[in-house]
């Protein structure tokens, strides 16, 4: 029998350089310290070209140490996408960039090219032998649900199968869940007699299990488990020991010296619990409680693979914020494959081009476009990162093969309504008419900063576990069954946000409203202004104005948001035609990434404090500030006439690997005024500058 171990290891983009170190010592070395020791285990590694960088330059070592035992015949390196990108997400162009790239680099870097491909986060489409094909790639490995799905009894799982689009020809090699869930979170023993029985039914067979190298010793309690108490070290000793019946062999090796077990035709899938992450929070809810029950069944085995979720795309549609970051990669690669046409195959164009499209590529990187108990999104530092890198390719773009001159209007994020693109040399925003005429996106173009990057809060499946989180510990978990707070009190973080978190949004309430108000969503403001279409009266390069009417409160706005050098001015005139009195309020969400540190604060106008951006309260006078100074970034917000200032820091509660945690989403600030009579005519403006 033949056991594939393929291995994979990665680190999102923008992730601290702490963290790496910390998966290094936990995780990393000593895995391959282990493995060194083993003349008898082979096992293929997948790095992606994020976390290869890096060990390159911070421990050289390692690659001498891979080197060794890529010559001796022991280790495979599968190839994948450069930037571990979601290959289906990204155009064939950029895919065949992704997966071209890291081939040339484990070839010029360790002697070989790659022969199998990983699939980032296994999401499979059927386009994609194609790609595979195309990029010189024989193998590729997803889950065992995929086949299933296809509908194949699970004892036809031990081998690999053909697959093809248009004529393009890829082995898919099934990954057991089985596999996943033992090793190595259930004893040594447990494995070796789960292999056992599959060898007894199917002589010879061959079982993959494809999974994360961070939870050999990264996850939480799992490095005592795997390696102090012994267990990647028995387990190694009972593979070693079986008697013959049970060899570890190279998934490139395996697939090369037998035939295919058939032709198969596999739908669009990932694992489940991603394509359960993938669904709305209620419908996500029921996909659980549904598996659940199918597993109970005795006839579970053959049931599963029909309990489908949703597609890994469907994030698009759960979170707008990774739809906007999404929407806005396609339009920049569309402009680089635009560009790329019109370059010659050589030459200076061709040289300053290729800098700009690699951080195109690196923008592709997944972490930050989903969320589940991996997944970035939620994780501020790594959309920040994400987004650095597209608006760095943005503008080498721009430099290249400047935008044509006027507004850019378009329905980018395809949600059927049109934006308007602004711009100018320091500056770039995106005004979103048909939600309450508000602006999704203010670029810092010096620091390819996007200062708006915050998050709304929503429900999570997860939500309803927080009641059975403590803040005790268990034992080496699997992170899917970790019910864990991280910190006392967190259910007082669940609240909901009825609008998504841009800049500029219109909030017309009655008097006598508060801060806790406005806090706890009671402020009763008018949806039609907060939350309904805008109307575009006009728009140029550098300005647009907008305008709408609400029923609810007898008003109409009129709204020109404008880009002058450094600055974004938006001047509002808000009519009341009605006999009550009304507060008015224009929301600025902006987020600076650190709530707790020391350099990065507000500047308050009465007298001059500088509390931490964790900081909530009230304030008075024409102005106040956010200062980084890591960024070396202040914005300066300026209101005439002087308003009252609530300031509320907008905390997520999130799952990750560790447990239950809150999370800084940025700030949201609400200069406001009363409407005396029936008119407010007010300037708000938004002074961006070094902070020293």
């Not at 949201?668 to 070094?690: K, M, N």
Request: glycine fraction near 8%.
């Amino acid at each position: 029998m033949k056991l594939l171990l393929v291995i994979h290891a990665h680190q999102p983009a923008g992730n601290f350089d702490s963290v790496l170190e910390d998966v290094y010592r936990l995780a990393y070395r000593p895995f391959l310290e282990e493995l060194r020791r083993r003349a008898g285990i082979r096992v293929a590694f997948h790095y992606s070209g994020i976390l290869l960088e890096w060990l390159e330059k911070r421990h050289p070592e390692y690659f001498d140490w891979l080197g060794e035992l890529i010559e001796a015949g022991r280790v495979e390196l599968l190839g994948g996408g450069y930037y571990e990108p979601i290959l289906s997400a990204i155009p064939e162009r950029d895919r065949l960039a992704q997966l071209e790239r890291m081939s040339r680099y484990l070839e010029r870097r360790f002697g070989r090219a790659p022969r199998g491909a990983w699939l980032t986060e296994r999401v499979w489409d059927p386009t994609l032998p194609q790609t595979l094909a195309r990029a010189g790639l024989d193998y590729t490995l997803t889950d065992d649900h995929h086949f299933l799905s296809a509908g194949l009894d699970p004892d036809q799982l031990y081998g690999y199968y053909l697959t093809e689009w248009q004529g393009y020809g890829v082995k898919v090699i099934p990954g057991l869940q089985k596999l996943r869930y033992l090793l190595p979170f259930r004893m040594e023993n447990d494995a070796i007699a789960y292999l056992h029985d599959l060898n007894a039914r199917v002589p010879g067979a061959m079982a993959a299990m494809g999974d994360d190298l961070e939870k050999f010793g990264a996850w939480p309690k799992t490095h005592d488990h795997v390696y102090r108490d012994g267990w990647l070290r028995r387990f190694f000793d009972a593979v070693e020991n079986a008697g013959g019946w049970l060899t570890t062999a190279l998934a490139g090796d395996a697939v090369s010296s037998r035939g295919p077990l058939g032709r198969i035709y596999l739908p669009t899938a990932s694992y489940p619990e991603m394509m359960g992450w993938a669904l709305p929070a209620s419908a996500a809810s029921h996909y659980e409680a549904l598996r659940h029950r199918v597993d109970a069944m005795p006839e579970a085995p053959q049931l599963s693979g029909f309990v489908h979720g949703g597609l890994w795309h469907n994030f698009f549609h759960k979170y707008e914020e990774a739809n906007h970051l999404h929407k806005r990669m396609l339009d920049v690669s569309r402009r680089y494959e635009e560009l790329d046409r019109a370059v010659a195959p050589a030459g200076e164009a061709r040289r300053r081009l290729e800098p700009g499209y690699d951080r195109l590529l690196r923008a592709q990187c997944n972490d930050a476009y989903w969320h589940g108990v991996f997944g970035g999104l939620y994780a501020p530092h790594l959309r920040a990162a994400v987004w650095q890198a597209l608006l760095e390719g943005e503008a080498a773009l721009d430099e290249l093969a400047p935008a044509v001159s006027g507004p850019r209007r378009l329905d980018f994020n395809l949600d059927g309504q049109e934006e308007v693109f602004l711009s100018n040399d320091c500056l770039r925003a995106i005004a979103s008419p048909a939600d309450g005429g508000t602006v999704s996106e203010i670029v810092w173009r010096p620091l390819a900063f996007n200062a708006v990057n915050s998050l709304r809060r929503r429900p999570e499946a997860y939500h309803a576990k927080l009641r059975e989180a403590s803040a005790g510990d268990a034992g080496a978990q699997s992170i899917h069954d970790r019910v864990v707070a991280k910190e006392a009190g967190l259910e007082h973080y669940l609240h909901y946000d009825r609008y998504n978190r841009h800049a500029f949004r219109c909030f017309v309430f009655g008097p006598g409203r508060s801060l806790d108000d406005y806090r706890f969503g009671r402020l009763e403001e008018s949806p039609q202004f907060a939350g309904g279409p805008f109307e575009i009266v006009s728009a140029a390069a550098g300005r647009c104005t907008l305008q709408a009417r609400a029923a609810d409160c007898h008003c109409e706005a009129n709204k020109q948001i404008s880009l002058h050098g450094s600055s974004v001015i938006v001047e509002w005139k808000l009519r009341s035609g009605g006999p009550a009195p009304l507060t008015a309020g224009l929301e600025v969400v902006l987020n600076l990434l650190a709530p707790d540190a020391h350099d990065r604060y507000f500047v308050l106008p009465e007298n001059g404090q500088r509390p931490r951006l964790h900081w909530a309260g009230e304030a008075r006078g024409p102005s106040l500030a956010l200062v980084d100074e890591y960024l070396n970034l202040r914005i300066e917000l300026r209101a005439t006439p002087a308003p009252t200032w609530w300031v509320l820091p907008i905390f997520t509660v999130s799952l990750s690997e560790d447990g239950f945690e809150k999370v800084y989403q940025g700030s949201t600030i609400l200069p406001h005024w009363p409407l005396t009579g029936s008119a407010l005519d007010a300037i708000l403006r938004l002074d961006f500058a070094p902070a020293r």
